[in-house]
């Protein structure tokens, strides 16, 4: 089912179509989060540092693939918003075959350079092989999660969020059951946990594909909808490449961290990864507005709805200031019920790092659900530049911050690399929206 975002109430068109995703993002986070668990509580810690290790290797392949369809779906957005069916297929059928190269040249790329950069990463001797055997088989899948993905990120486009959430619970539950029989039944270790998260992910996206096909006939492409104009090409590139350099710049980031963390040992990894997981899943909320943004911001710029723009904008501000607020909360309070989710029996040293990661994280939530917001709803109407261009800001405060402060502050150091990132990247998303929405209001174009 498609929802026209161009018309009625934005609050209730942002929440209705959120909910579903956030089920879904969340569903999502089950991935790594199971994987993580089980590892934690049935291999022990230092496979969980192994995991850990990996994660933002994983995001920075991962994320550069998903960065580039979801901007692809940007343009399928647009064309719906203007009732473009012609126009929608086309840019439909272009996205696919961009998609499918830039898939063979991820997994190509990163399964080569996995083995090198978890050494350009200080990653522990006594972690590393088992690093090593979980990013290179998740590599290797990257397939079939970038396929996911992508049909969920054209479906969204047409403002339909529920049905990537019916196949993400179905995948969810099937990596349960596979991380259980993989890890403890047939003690494949952190091999069985990459292998159950690949096969669950590719689970999810043949079945959308079936779905789709047979009930959203608007997506039924013939041989001459692939005979595309460059023009097409053109615009995908130009809002998904930025999209997907952010995801990336994003996760050299996070890699830097990572590396400084690595120097501080397993023990350290392990709660920091534990304390990671738990912020991932109460970042949900911001990351599902973020989402939503991108939808409606670019189904009204087709429709030349820019005053809802706005209005859309500053209604979801609202709503990701207070669920921030909630999210930091639950996060000083709760904080260490989600640590012994992951590790058994954790000792009061892994407890307090791990608190102190999330106590630090979660005073500053509301510039990090404002990064979202602004972030996408520039991707929305099509301002891709800016939104790269704070990831790179991120960078270079993650890495100043991740290196100097450890010096001085010790771990904390390290805790306060996310928080100055966050803050590096608002300030100019924001004001770099508010220039774009004037000039949208007065002009009918995005140029400043």
């Known amino acids: 089912m498609t929802n026209d975002m161009t018309k009625g109430n934005p609050v209730k068109l942002i929440l209705l179509f959120s909910i579903p995703l956030l089920i879904g993002n969340v569903f999502q986070q089950f991935y790594s989060m199971v994987d993580t668990i089980i590892v934690g509580r049935f291999v022990g810690v230092d496979a969980l540092a192994a995991v850990g290790s990996t994660g933002s290797m994983v995001f920075l392949v991962n994320g550069f693939a998903t960065g580039l369809t979801s901007g692809f779906a940007v343009l399928v957005s647009q064309k719906f918003g203007a009732k473009d069916e012609k126009g929608l297929r086309k840019a439909t059928a272009s996205a696919i075959t961009l998609t499918v190269i830039s898939v063979i040249v991820a997994t190509i790329v990163s399964l080569l350079g996995a083995k090198p950069l978890l050494k ?37 486009a047409l403002g339909d969020s529920k049905t990537p959430l019916y196949f993400l619970i179905v995948s969810s539950v099937l990596n349960i059951i596979l991380d259980l029989v993989f890890i403890i039944n047939f003690k494949m270790g952190v091999a069985g946990a990459a ?20 009930r959203f006939t608007i997506l039924r492409l013939k041989k001459e909808d692939f005979n595309v104009k460059r023009r097409y090409y053109h615009k995908h590139l130009k809002i998904g490449i930025p999209m997907a350099l952010q995801f990336s710049i994003t996760s050299i980031g996070i890699m830097t961290v990572q590396g400084a963390l690595n120097v501080f040992g397993s023990t350290v990894i392990a709660s920091y990864t534990a304390a990671s997981k738990a912020l991932q899943l109460v970042m949900q909320p911001a ?39 909630i999210a930091g909360a639950v996060l000083m309070f709760l904080g260490k019920y989600f640590v012994m989710m992951f590790i058994s029996n954790p000792d009061a040293e892994v407890l307090k790092y791990a608190q102190q990661v999330l106590d630090i994280s979660a005073i500053f939530f509301i510039p990090l659900g404002l990064i979202f917001i602004y972030r996408n709803a520039l991707q929305g109407i099509g301002d891709s530049f800016v939104p790269m261009m704070a990831g790179a800001y991120e960078l270079i405060a993650r890495a100043l911050v991740a290196f100097a402060l450890p010096k001085y502050l010790g771990f904390i150091g390290i805790c306060l690399a996310d928080p100055v990132a966050w803050f590096a990247a608002s300030i100019p998303l924001g004001i770099t929206y508010f220039r774009r929405i004037r000039s949208l209001l007065k002009h009918g174009n995005i140029k400043a």
């Open 120 to 156: 350009l990463m200080n990653t522990p001797e006594n972690i590393m092989g088992d690093a090593y055997i979980y990013v290179k088989i998740i590599y290797g899948g990257i397939i079939a999660t970038v396929a996911y993905n992508f049909i969920a990120s054209i479906l969204r």
């Open 195 to 214: 292998y159950a998260t690949i096969i669950s992910q590719g689970v999810s996206a043949i079945l959308c594909l079936i779905y789709t096909y047979k």
């Open 287 to 325: 990351i599902t507005f973020g989402v939503t943004m991108a939808t409606y911001c670019g189904q009204n710029l087709g429709a030349k709805e820019y005053g809802r723009i706005k209005e859309g904008v500053k209604e979801c501000t609202k709503i990701s200031i207070i669920t921030s607020i």
